[in-house]
């Protein structure tokens, strides 16, 4: 087989998101590295290219490459590169043809989805298909849920290098501060919401990408939200850990040399007290259910941005934050490690930088052969462990992790 023409094609490139990505490509990859920007509209990706060369015009411009989503484009297109990186939602109405395309042809492949249900369906259809072509496949790469992935691992490798012990669980307080959704991400949620019901997000399934036998016993859940942990203080319930809790616990089930047998993950956010922890679950209650009635999802659509469009990031960046810290306790109960992420800035700009980086790694890997070595399938962001860890550091992300004592 010919090598590929490219390290990185981005797929949905001239979305709002593909739009981040590629500019953090073209500020930071080093002007040797050989990408391509690829989408349905010509006219768009010259617009894209055009603006690119705006940021930095010391560099050439991305190759440009038109595609449709039709099986026979999509395989062409994924045989010319090392990794592909998709943007194109919503996932689970277009991004199939795109997974099966990497998995069978075995090229790498990373995205931005959060779709959950979508995610669990296709683990079972293409991990295999994967594994056996080598392709390492690598959905929810970006904000959800690359930080508490990462996280959780650092915390589990830390207790099992200092202990030689699995984890037994690990507790995360999560906060998302927002002040503003890309068109794509809030369409997205409405018409996932619209596909799967709000059944996976009233009453979650945490291990719903682990496969059957590995489940251990449910985590802890209050009826009501709220929760006192001794190292985090009040905790309540926190729509992002519905996503980022069934990708942990994969990473968990794929590696119980690192993890453990009976790991659970379970993310919650912070409180300043109970009242507040109780009157947050109930609000957030009240949105999903309200989401299940379309004129409330009409109306979220008719005040949410168009599909290709959102907030200025740069502006957004003063206002926004991303903080997760987690406490992990040892199997036998004897030894905790707590760790943190941060991140302050634009949420959109961090997804960017988390996928972006992470496609920078399976391009190495894919050079040294090292993929080989990793082994393929639909996996999670920590599989690529320190590697992604140490480029996080160098774009901004702060994760810090220590044991708390015996
Ligand atoms: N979890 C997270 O942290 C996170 C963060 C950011 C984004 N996301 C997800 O990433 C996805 C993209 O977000 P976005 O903000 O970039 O959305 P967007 O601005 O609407 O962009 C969507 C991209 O997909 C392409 N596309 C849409 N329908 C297509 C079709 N039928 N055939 C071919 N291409 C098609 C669009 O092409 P055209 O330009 O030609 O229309 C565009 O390039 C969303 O599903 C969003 O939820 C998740």
Redesign the pocket.
């Known amino acids: 087989m010919p090598p590929p023409d490219f390290d990185i094609i981005i797929l ?7 739009t981040i990505t590629a500019e953090h490509i073209t500020s930071n990859f080093p002007s040797t590295f050989s990408w391509a920007i690829a ?3 010509l006219s ?1 990706l010259h617009k894209l290219s055009a603006h690119l060369q705006t940021i930095r015009s010391d560099r050439s411009p991305p190759t440009i490459l038109q595609s ?2 039709d099986r026979e484009d999509l395989h062409a297109l994924v045989k010319r590169t090392k990794v592909v990186m998709n ?5 689970n109405r ?1 991004s199939e043809p795109v997974l099966e395309a990497c998995a069978s042809e075995g090229t790498h492949y990373v995205d ?3 779709e959950t249900p979508w995610i669990a369906s296709m683990i079972p259809r293409y991990h295999e298909m994967a594994k056996k072509s080598g392709a390492i496949m690598i959905p ?1 790469a ?3 849920s690359s930080p508490p992935d990462l996280l959780a691992w650092l915390i589990a490798s830390k207790i099992r290098e200092t202990t030689g012990r699995g984890t037994k669980e690990i507790v995360a307080s999560g906060q998302l501060n927002m002040a503003g959704m ?4 809030a ?2 949620v409405l018409d996932v919401v619209q596909r799967y019901g709000i059944g996976w997000m009233w009453k979650p399934d945490p291990f719903c990408m682990v496969p059957r036998p590995q489940r251990p016993a449910t985590p802890y859940r209050s009826p009501i939200g709220y929760q006192k942990h001794e190292d985090l203080g009040i905790l309540t319930t926190n729509l992002p850990g519905i996503s980022n809790m069934a990708i942990v616990n994969r990473s968990a089930a794929l590696h119980p040399e690192i993890y453990g047998a009976d790991f659970t993950y379970t993310e919650l956010a912070p409180a300043p007290n109970a009242p507040v922890a109780i009157f947050t679950h109930m609000l957030l209650k009240l949105v999903i259910l309200l989401l299940a009635f379309p004129p409330f999802r009409f109306l979220v659509r008719s005040l949410s941005y168009e ?4 907030p200025a990031w740069h502006e957004m960046g003063k206002k926004e934050s991303v903080m997760i810290d987690a406490v992990g306790v040892s199997e036998d109960g004897k030894t905790k490690a707590k760790g943190r992420f941060a991140w302050k800035g634009a ?2 700009h961090v ?1 960017a930088i988390l996928v972006a980086e992470a496609a920078g790694v399976l391009v190495g890997w894919r050079e040294k052969g090292e993929g080989e070595r990793a082994g393929g399938g639909m996996v999670t962001p920590s599989k690529l462990g320190e590697e992604l860890v140490e480029r996080l550091r160098g774009a901004g992300c702060l994760f810090e992790v220590e044991v708390l004592g015996d």
């Open positions: 949905g490139a001239t979305g709002y998101t593909g989408g349905r509209s768009r449709s989503l943007v194109v939602g919503p996932y277009y931005f989805s959060t929810a970006s904000n959800s890309g068109g794509g991400s369409h997205t599909p290709g469009s959102g949420v959109a997804s």
